[in-house]
Each structure stands twice: as C-alpha cells, then as structure tokens.
C-alpha cells in the first residue's frame, strides 16, 4: 500500500541556519504530496501542496519539489527561526477513499 | 477559514470507562476522519467518514467506533477504555484534500 517515509528527528538547529527534512514516499498512481506543521499544543496545519510531478509547493519561505523520479518530497528553507520550531509531517493522498498517509513525523528544534 | 472544534483539549479517564470524543466542523465537509498521534508512529487512521450514518474502517478501528449523525458532527467512541489508548486523537475534515484538522484530544487513560 501507499506509505511515506521521512527523516527521523528531533532535529536541532541554530537560527539562520538551512533546513532540509527528507520525504520518500511509495504509491501506486499520481499521488498529491503535502507538508503539514504542528506547533506545540496545536494541530495540524497544512504548510504547502503539490499535485504533480516536478510541481513546487512554496509557504512561509518553505519549499519542497515533487520528484516522481526519486519519489521524494523533500522540505527546505533557506533561514531558519526560532518561530519554526515545531513537528514538520510529510503525506501523501493516493486519490483512494480519502485515505491520506502520514510519515512519523520531525520534531524540529531552532536555537537563538 | 475553517474551523474543526474538538470539545475537550484533555482528558481523564479511568480504565473500563466508556468515553465520547466529539468533533464539529463548520465548512460542510463530506468527509471526517479520526487519527491517533503516536510519539515515532505518526499519525494512524481509526476511522473515516464521507458521509451521514456512513463509516469505514482505518488502520486501527480496534477498540473503537465511531457516530456520523449529521454532517457537521463525527464522534469517536471508546467502549471501555484501556491504558493502550492513552494518546493524542485528531479530528479531521475534508472535501477532497487537504484535510483541516482540530487541535487534538490529549486521552489518558488510567
């Protein structure tokens, strides 16, 4: 079945510095392939989308290309701050019962 | 904006108890989901809905149902609850994607 795999955290940064959280997913079909962001105590949060092959999805200075090729989604951001300190989960939506997938997610950390 | 309200942001229950998780959305959404948030496991479907007195199975129904009496409300029930079912439980809604979620249940079961 559809399954998303993505770097084990937590993750710690300082600020300003780069950010990269790897996402590898495996579906049959054209799946859609989403970041969401849970800041503490909330739930989650839809951060940025995309729908076909070699689409960008952009939010909050964060970006993630979808490569069909290496079925990988990878989340970047060029500076980080100590405001993007939360838990980053990468999915994918196969297009079948409405059924999403979800990666285990990565706590990240920024430090001032 | 859409709004998915869970009524209660934690509780306490004891072993055995029978427990109501509810969950509201405004934005006349088909679909609705339950997940359970894991430390490590991420997010794991219980159960959806697309919709009214509809319900299907997710990957872990076990211990759980769930009620879709109208559109807007979709409950999770735990018969009796166990301490294996401490967790978090989001809410969610859709109409196709993405899913709009609550701000999360915390259930400890003691």
């Known amino acids: 079945g559809d399954s998303v795999t993505q770097m084990e955290g937590p993750v710690t940064l300082s600020e300003e510095a780069f950010l990269t959280i790897n996402c590898t997913y495996t579906?049959?079909?054209?799946?859609?392939l989403f970041w969401y962001v849970q800041y503490p105590g909330e739930g989650l949060q839809l951060l940025l989308k995309?729908?076909?092959?070699?689409d960008k999805g952009s939010n909050k200075g964060f970006e993630a290309t979808y490569r069909k090729e290496t079925t990988s989604f990878h989340l970047e951001k060029g500076s980080v701050q100590v405001s993007d300190s939360a838990v980053y989960f990468c999915a994918l939506d196969g297009h079948n019962n409405n059924d999403m997938r979800f990666g285990a997610g990565t706590r990240l950390t920024v430090k001032p | 904006d859409v709004k998915v309200t869970q009524s209660s942001r934690y509780l306490v229950k004891r072993t055995g108890e029978k427990v109501f998780l509810e969950c509201v959305q405004d934005?006349?959404?088909?679909?609705m989901f339950w997940y359970r948030q894991d430390p490590g496991l991420g997010l794991r479907l219980i159960y959806f809905s697309y919709d009214v007195k509809m319900k299907e199975k997710g990957d872990i129904p076990e211990g759980y149902s769930v009620s879709r009496e109208k559109k807007e409300r979709f409950s999770l029930i735990l018969e009796s609850a166990s301490t294996n079912q401490t967790s978090m439980y989001l809410c969610?809604?859709?109409?196709?994607?993405?899913?709009?979620f609550g701000n999360g249940t915390r259930l400890t079961v003691t």
């Open positions: 934005m006349d959404h088909e679909n």
């Open positions: 995309a729908t076909k092959a070699d």
């Open positions: 579906a049959t079909g054209y799946p859609s």
């Open positions: 969610a809604s859709s109409r196709n994607s993405p899913l709009h």
